[in-house]
């Protein structure tokens, strides 16, 4: 079965410091999704993107979020400046229409 | 604005039959819903796109009341792998891409 695959699976990270996690999503889907989860808690949403560009964002993801899908296969979400409130697991989710997502098994970043 | 859900947490026995409500204070356009189970990701269930609607999967079903902005989750003869946290998300008809999860509610079955 098709699935989505982030790298890496675990990263840890300096206060201020630059991170870009990565995601492959699933080969026909169009439309490409962060969240991120803190300690088990809720599901947050960050950031989706069509068409290659952003079509929704929250009010979490601020200037020191970006993404990108720089290749037609790769799709990243840079943290400029990570703060210690970014520790988190954040997961990337894809879907080729207006079905379910399909989520990857994430990122736990740690910021120390 | 984040959906609610109730119960937040609910204990049962193999076999047992569970509902898990979800409720909006805003129009929808659509609801999902998934299972986590620890460490792991959200794993899709079933999404319901028209008001009133039922679908079923196996021994889970859902139904959506688009008046009343809510939904409910359906498990029935609960079995061991059903144990997870369970969140619906919702979509509203002016922002359809951008799915907003409840806040929960983690089923624990015993044997």
């Known amino acids: 079965e098709p699935e989505v695959t982030q790298t890496p699976s675990h990263q840890v990270t300096q206060m201020g410091q630059e991170v870009i996690l990565r995601c492959v999503p699933i080969?026909?889907?169009?439309?490409f999704y962060w969240y991120r989860q803190i300690l088990g808690q809720k599901v947050e949403f960050l950031v989706s993107?069509?068409?290659?560009?952003?079509?929704?964002k929250s009010e979490i993801f601020d200037d020191q979020f970006s993404v990108e899908r720089p290749d037609g296969s790769n799709f990243t979400l840079k943290i400029r400046s990570t703060k210690l409130e970014d520790s988190a697991m954040y997961f990337c989710?894809?879907?080729?229409?207006?079905?379910?997502?399909?989520f990857g098994s994430g990122t736990r970043l740690t910021v120390v | 604005q984040q959906p609610v859900q109730s119960p937040q947490a609910v204990i049962l026995r193999e076999g047992e039959d569970a509902v898990i409500n979800c409720s909006s204070s805003?129009?929808?356009?659509?609801v999902h819903w998934y299972r986590q189970k620890h460490g792991e990701a959200p794993v899709f269930l079933m999404i319901?796109?028209?008001?009133?609607e039922q679908k079923g999967h196996e021994k889970i079903s859902a139904s959506f009341n688009e008046k009343k902005q809510q939904s409910s989750l359906y498990l029935t003869a609960s079995q061991l792998s059903y144990s997870g946290t369970y969140f619906c998300?919702?979509?509203?008809?002016?922002?359809?891409?951008?799915?907003?999860f409840g806040t929960g509610t983690r089923l624990q079955v015993f044997p």
């Open positions: 989710a894809s879907r080729r229409d207006r079905e379910g997502y399909t």
């Open positions: 080969s026909n889907h169009l439309y």
């Open positions: 993107f069509y068409n290659n560009e952003i079509s929704e």
């Open positions: 805003k129009a929808l356009y659509s």
């Open positions: 319901l796109l028209k008001g009133g």
């Open positions: 998300g919702t979509e509203d008809p002016y922002n359809t891409d951008k799915l907003i």
